[in-house]
């Protein structure tokens, strides 16, 4: 159960597009569909924003999105937004367990 | 509208046991996995364990697999955490997460393992 891999920081200002990786392995990432990516405020709890990869959750901007290729996971926001400052995890089932990266923190210069 | 409602967080020593609930209701419990996941002081998340949604079917990270329990209880609409021979390690925020994409949380509950 290791965890997946995110960078520690990514910053960007108003207005330009970010991308945040997410890499795992052919046990997590590579095995299925089920990725998903939480933003989360200080202080707050986590909120889904990606679900089974690429589908955005309901009521989230249409700004976010999510791919995959193998064995990695990508968010990309586009427009960046002061209120997208937060921290983002990626999370995969890995067989019958499910595991999170370390999450990244994003900076809205 | 979905609301989870963590509950009996606290302070307890090293060794001993507490019992964590949460609250579901806005959607349908029953037909829903249900997950824990929890965060350290200033850290990541990290999956807990996860409960099938006739509570058949139970698993657990490595970390806490033979000291703590999942259990549901559908028709009160609730999930539960037992957890005994608590560490240091295990105090984090507790949140409860509904379905298979947890798109679903708790406002999460404080557990602090110390002496």
């Known amino acids: 159960q290791s965890a997946l891999t995110q960078p520690a920081s990514v910053s960007g200002s108003p207005g330009q597009s970010i991308t945040i990786s997410c890499t795992g392995s052919?046990?997590?990432?590579?095995?299925?569909?089920?990725v998903s990516w939480y933003q989360q405020h200080p202080g707050k709890a986590p909120k889904l924003i990606i679900f089974e990869a690429t589908r955005r959750a309901s009521g989230v901007d249409s700004r976010f999105s999510g791919s995959k290729s193998g064995n990695t996971a990508s968010l990309t926001i586009s427009g960046l937004q002061v209120e997208d400052e937060a921290v983002y995890y990626c999370?995969?089932?890995?067989?019958?367990?499910?595991?999170f990266g370390g999450g990244t923190e994003l900076t809205v210069l | 509208e979905v609301q989870l409602v963590e509950s009996g967080g606290g302070l307890v020593q090293p060794g001993g046991s507490l019992r964590l609930s949460c609250a579901a209701s806005?959607?349908?419990?029953?037909?829903?996995?249900m997950h824990w996941v929890r965060q350290a002081p200033g850290k990541g998340l990290v999956w807990v364990a996860r409960i099938k949604k006739d509570g058949s079917i139970t698993t657990y990270a490595d970390s806490v697999k033979g000291r703590f329990t999942i259990s549901r209880d559908n028709a009160k609409n609730m999930v539960y955490l037992q957890m005994n021979g608590l560490r240091a390690e295990d105090t984090a925020v507790y949140y409860c997460a509904r379905d298979i994409d947890l798109s679903g949380w708790g406002p999460g509950t404080l557990v602090t393992v110390s002496s």
């Open positions: 052919r046990s997590d990432i590579g095995s299925s569909n089920l």
């Open positions: 999370c995969s089932y890995a067989g019958s367990s499910v595991v």
């Open positions: 806005g959607f349908s419990f029953s037909t829903n996995w």
